[in-house]
């Protein structure tokens, strides 16, 4: 019979760490390695434990969920599975959470069941990404900044863009110079060739094509 799978709790309300716990350690294949309040306890302790799985929330004191996820990837690569759960469902906080290597972004409304299954699921290589957090990883751009690389492809200049959008020429070469970060590109050319790519610019190109039929 194989070792069951050793899970680390982390989070600073008592009530939902000792009710998962308890819940957790009724799963014949499930061992709680240890629980923890405080995450820089847990950075002093978990070289001593064996966990394969650690369960984490983000709003803590003196460190957050993502700055403790961060350094125990870097420390453990993916020899150790992450899995948050927390109670914000902000789609930027998916986004960070998965950046950072989680398997799993669950909500404290999920059921024992949920959590369990993303336990044993991330043990197995899965990753359950929603899909708002898969959709933000194809199109990294905001709605706004989509706006402004639909018309630099249509090569309006920034005082035409400016004008049709309603902001200062200095905000529009702000949101450039966030485009092209975001897409990895070095000029505003590059930028609407990688848009092209990723399929964040195909309703302009149908559009142009139906103006010519």
């Known amino acids: 019979m194989p070792d069951p799978i050793g899970v680390v ?5 008592p009530l939902v760490l000792e009710g998962l716990k308890t819940r957790l350690e009724k799963e014949p294949d499930i061992a709680v390695a240890g ?3 405080d995450p820089r306890d847990l950075l002093a302790q978990i070289d001593a434990i064996q966990a394969d799985v650690i369960v984490l929330d983000i709003s803590m004191p003196y460190l957050n969920g993502f700055e403790l996820g961060h350094r125990l990837k870097e420390r453990y690569g993916h020899a150790l599975k992450m899995i948050v759960l927390s109670g914000f469902t902000y789609d930027e906080f998916y986004h960070r959470a998965y950046e950072i290597g989680a398997h799993a972004y669950l909500s404290k409304q999920s059921t024992y ?3 369990i ?9 899965y990753a359950l990404v929603p899909e708002k957090a898969m959709n933000r990883a194809l199109d990294p751009l905001t709605p706004t900044e989509r706006e402004v690389l639909r018309r630099v492809a249509e090569e309006k200049t ?3 863009i400016a004008r049709e959008l309603a902001m200062s020429q200095r905000t529009v070469e702000y949101h450039l110079t966030s485009i092209t970060g975001k897409l990895g590109a070095k000029t505003r050319i590059g930028a609407v060739a990688r848009g092209y790519e990723l399929g964040l610019l195909g309703a302009v190109r149908d559009s142009a094509a139906e103006e010519e039929r």
């Open 113 to 115: 069941a949920q959590i």
């Open 158 to 160: 920034n005082k035409e």
């Open 117 to 125: 299954n993303a336990i044993r699921q991330c043990v197995m290589g």
């Open 9 to 13: 709790l982390l989070d600073d309300h």
């Open 35 to 37: 629980t923890f309040a």
